[in-house]
């Protein structure tokens, strides 16, 4: 009997030894996935996953990693998502992975100077995003985030933004609402105190002025400069992209004296001081630059054509350049003291 004992207690413990060689093999041996996506269905149990993987010809068998997350104390830590495996990983780190929740992410991108409408769209072209706000109206919109009374436009910041599949659009547009009303907070509180902005809002809304005036980042505090002069001394923005804003969808590449006459709350022609909300999505350089102006005496600024601006603290300059930069060099009677003669192309 006791002979029969021992015989057994060593075939147990060959059989252990056996395993254990097994699975370290196991853990250690590169693996090669498709280079696909791999879905764990929430609910799915690591058994199930296990056996999806092997008849995928990712694993050589159905068990084994099964008895390595119950060794790792982790059987019942599986994550949900979508994955993507490296072709050369290891049973091991493949683990590691679905129970770290280590997804597949996709980007969504804010392009700086960009309307609400713009980013609905773009939100709707997005990939793996559960859209429930393609019916809402704008305000509606607002109100799903918890702030029904506020306008929409430059609320989100632009900035490129990774979701897992199937998280909702509004939880996308939540993520870049906190970040512009976190950068807009911390540039108000580091603001220029001489400033005649007087609210947040303000701020917001002569960023998105900067954003859509000029591509050339050295430039937004000059721009910003400029606007906060004129604001202090009375003068109207004369800026082209608010008259554009309130066109909407009349705007057809080019501005015709007729539209700068054209009253609308956003033709900063016709109206004094800021138009009553944003025009597009600032960036955070555009919202320190309108908290933080240049201290220049320029009131005029004028298009060169290459993207950079001409500035003037008169309007005998500013005339000069916009015969120089806009009209060929050829003397034409100029109609305003506009600020630009033309939007920044975008």
């Known amino acids: 009997m006791r002979s029969l004992f021992r015989l057994g207690l060593a075939g147990a413990l060959l059989g252990l030894l056996a395993l254990g060689s097994y699975l370290y093999w196991f853990s250690i041996n590169p693996l090669s996935p498709e280079p696909k996506i ?22 050589p068998d159905k068990f084994s990693l099964v008895w ?14 979508e994955y993507r495996f490296r072709k050369g990983m290891t049973a091991l780190e493949l683990l590691d992975q679905v129970i770290a929740g280590r997804v597949v992410e996709y980007p ?54 990774y979701y897992p599949g199937g998280m909702s659009d509004l939880l996308l547009l939540q993520r870049a609402f906190q970040k512009m009303d976190a950068r807009l907070q911390q540039e108000w509180e580091g603001r220029d105190k001489t400033s005649p902005l007087k609210t947040m809002d303000e701020a917001l809304i002569l960023a ?6 000029t591509a050339r980042p050295e430039e937004r505090d000059l721009i910003a400069g400029v606007m906060v002069n004129r604001l202090r001394k009375g003068m109207k923005l004369q800026t082209d992209p608010t008259v554009i804003y309130g066109m909407g969808d009349r705007y057809r590449g080019n501005l015709r004296s007729q539209d700068l006459r054209e009253f609308t709350p956003y033709n900063t022609y016709v109206i ?19 908290l933080n102006p ?32 806009q009209l060929g060099g050829k003397p034409k ?6 600020t630009v003669a033309a939007p920044t192309p975008r």
């Open 272 to 290: 004094k001081g800021l138009p009553p909300t944003p025009i597009a999505m600032p960036s955070g350089e555009s919202v320190h630059a309108a």
């Open 38 to 59: 791999y879905t764990v269905k929430p609910g799915s149990s690591l058994r199930a996953f296990t056996t999806d993987l092997y008849q995928q010809n990712v694993l």
């Open 208 to 213: 998105s002025i900067i954003e859509r005036e």
């Open 68 to 81: 390595l997350a119950y060794l790792k104390g982790q059987s019942r830590d599986l994550k949900a998502g």
């Open 108 to 161: 969504f991108t804010i392009v700086e100077g960009r309307s609400f409408r713009q980013v609905l769209q773009a939100l709707a072209d997005a990939p793996r995003v559960t859209r429930t706000v393609q019916d809402m109206s704008a305000q509606q919109i607002m109100a799903s985030l918890g702030y029904p009374k506020l306008h929409p436009e430059g609320r989100f910041y632009p900035d490129t933004y």
């Open 294 to 325: 240049a201290g220049t005496k320029a009131l005029y600024f004028v298009s060169r054509g290459d993207g950079s601006h001409e500035f003037s603290e008169t309007l005998e300059q500013h005339n000069k350049a916009v015969i120089k930069y």
């Open 333 to 338: 009677p100029v109609q305003t003291d506009k």
